[in-house]
């Protein structure tokens, strides 16, 4: 299947799309909302400006995808690759994203508010001025990732890994920190910087 059957198909009704494989596909600026995309191979597509809310992608491969400015809200992703993906000013408000990959994916100024991040792999993730206010980001892997100028009031960070986390005029106000070491975190500003209730 191509881009323009997929489409085609979804104009005409059908939402079911499970294992679709649609690998360095051009979906720029489509809606494609409401789809089941469980276990869809989406490997360096470009989804750039897309709605792709309300969509079931568990198990997805999404590595290296162009997601810039897409609107996942409410979405589905839990098990997900997104690996190196771009999801710079991505909406993924209310996401379910439980245990997926976003290892070094790139995250700038992205609405993650509300998202369930538990237990997910940000390791080396760019989460600069993110907005991650009452996430749950409890058992998740943030070792090197860079929460510069981000959000993460009320967020839940409980079992966490911050080891080499960059953070440096981050909002802490109101985060569980529940069994997290944060001797570990990187920055001579830690005390100074951190906006901590």
Same mark, same amino acid.
């Given at each position: 299947?191509?881009?323009?059957?997929?489409l085609?198909?979804?104009?005409?009704?059908? +939402?079911?799309?499970?294992?679709?494989?649609?690998y360095?596909?051009?979906?720029?600026?489509?809606?494609?909302a409401?789809?089941?995309?469980?276990?869809?191979?989406?490997?360096?597509?470009?989804?750039?400006?897309?709605?792709?809310?309300?969509?079931?992608?568990?198990?997805?491969?999404?590595?290296?995808?162009?997601?810039? +400015?897409?609107?996942?809200?409410?979405?589905?992703?839990i098990?997900?690759?997104?690996?190196?993906?771009?999801l710079?000013?991505?909406?993924?408000?209310?996401?379910?994203?439980?245990?997926?990959?976003?290892?070094?994916?790139d995250?700038?100024?992205?609405?993650? +508010?509300?998202?369930?991040?538990?237990?997910?792999?940000?390791?080396?993730?760019?989460l600069?001025?993110?907005?991650?206010?009452?996430?749950?980001?409890?058992?998740?892997?943030?070792?090197?990732?860079n929460?510069?100028?981000?959000?993460?009031?009320?967020?839940?960070?409980?079992?966490?890994?911050?080891?080499?986390?960059?953070?440096?005029?981050?909002?802490?106000?109101?985060?569980?920190?529940?069994?997290?070491?944060? +001797?570990?975190?990187?920055?001579?500003?830690?005390?100074?910087?951190?906006?901590?209730?």
């Open positions: 299947m191509d881009a323009d059957q997929l085609k198909r979804y104009s005409a009704g059908e +939402r079911n799309f499970t294992q679709i494989s649609l360095s596909v051009n979906l720029r600026e489509v809606c494609l409401g789809s089941i995309l469980d276990r869809a191979n989406l490997a360096s597509a470009n989804l750039s400006q897309s709605n792709l809310r309300g969509c079931n992608l568990v198990e997805a491969n999404l590595t290296a995808a162009l997601l810039w +400015r897409t609107d996942l809200s409410g979405s589905n992703l098990l997900t690759k997104l690996k190196s993906a771009n710079i000013r991505a909406t993924l408000k209310d996401v379910d994203l439980h245990k997926a990959n976003l290892q070094k994916a995250l700038r100024l992205t609405d993650l +508010r509300n998202a369930d991040l538990t237990g997910a792999d940000l390791m080396g993730a760019d600069s001025y993110a907005d991650l206010t009452g996430a749950f980001l409890s058992g998740a892997n943030l070792d090197g990732a929460l510069t100028g981000a959000n993460l009031s009320s967020t839940d960070l409980s079992y966490a890994s911050l080891s080499k986390t960059i953070i440096f005029k981050t909002d802490l106000s109101g985060v569980d920190f529940t069994k997290v070491d944060l +001797r570990t975190i990187d920055g001579e500003y830690l005390v100074e910087n951190m906006l901590v209730s």
